[in-house]
Structures are given as structure tokens and as C-alpha cells.
């Protein structure tokens, strides 16, 4: 009976971790969620987002980052702040940055975006995981992490 138990547990553990690897494995496929009518794209119902352009949802929400200068040296400045955290920039325009951040154990992906907004003087941002239900706090880390060192 002991060994029943045994290998059940065993059998159970192996397709645990295999569908860990699985979803890692499809978090590296994909993109940024992009914008929506010039807004970065609200976070869905999962607790694995934050996203500063949308108030309403308080478990989501983050406040945006203030920054001051040309749009060229703001951009210029967020970018190599993401870079300096590790970050990899996919993508970007004027106005919006895109970038991703795997972690160390399996690599799941998560998507940073971050969208000048000069008539406010606000940079919007949003980080989200691409797989998952909880990401246990790490997007709003990071997001916290880069007001930091851009007060800094």
C-alpha cells in the first residue's frame, strides 16, 4: 500500500513539474498585450497585473511615473532603465515601450509596457504575466523597482 502511495505522489510531482515547463514554454510565445484607442490594455481578471491607466480596479491599479524632458530623452531614459533591470525592449516607438523579463527558474515571460503620455507629463505603465493565475507580487515589485531608480 506504502508503495502505491509512493509512486502515486511520484507520478503526480512529474506531471506537476512537466506542466510547469509546459506553461513556461508557452509564455515565451507571444507578445505585449499593445494598445487599445492610444491607452495600454487593461489587466485581465487575474492578480498577475498592474497597470497605471485604469483606476478602477484597485487590486490592478499602480500609480504612473512623472517625468520631465523631451520625449526623446525620457524614452531614452526608459529604456536603458529597463535594460539595467534586466529587461529586453521588443519594441519601440516615440511614445511606447515595450519589453519583456523572464525569470530565472523555468523562464516565464512577462510583458513591461510603458506609454509616454506628454499632455499629462505621465509615463503609463503596465506589467503583466503572459501564463498563470498569481505571480505573487513580482509585476508590482518590478514596477515599484523602476519608480526607484528613476527618482533616484
Not at 505522489?9 to 505585449?32: C, D, E, N, P, R
Not at 498577475?48 to 504612473?64: D, G, M, Q, R
Request: proline fraction near 3%; charge should be positive; include cysteine.
Amino acid at each position: 500500500m506504502w508503495k502505491f502511495l509512493i509512486l502515486a505522489l511520484l507520478v503526480m510531482g512529474i506531471g506537476f513539474i512537466a506542466m510547469l515547463f509546459y506553461k513556461a514554454h508557452l509564455s515565451k510565445t507571444g507578445q505585449a498585450a499593445g494598445l487599445v484607442a492610444n491607452q495600454l490594455t487593461p489587466c485581465p481578471a487575474t492578480p498577475n497585473c498592474v497597470c497605471s491607466e485604469f483606476k478602477e480596479t484597485k487590486e490592478h491599479f499602480i500609480e504612473p511615473i512623472s517625468l520631465q524632458g523631451s520625449s526623446e530623452l525620457v524614452m531614452a531614459k526608459l529604456k536603458r532603465t529597463i535594460e539595467t533591470m534586466g529587461g529586453v525592449v521588443t519594441t519601440q516607438t516615440p511614445h511606447y515601450l515595450a519589453a519583456t523579463f523572464s525569470t530565472k527558474w523555468m523562464g516565464f515571460v512577462d510583458d513591461v509596457e510603458l506609454r509616454l503620455d506628454e499632455s499629462s507629463g505621465l509615463v503609463q505603465i503596465r506589467s503583466a504575466s503572459r501564463q498563470g493565475y498569481s505571480d505573487m507580487g513580482v509585476n508590482r515589485q518590478r514596477m515599484e523597482q523602476l519608480k526607484r531608480i528613476l527618482a533616484s
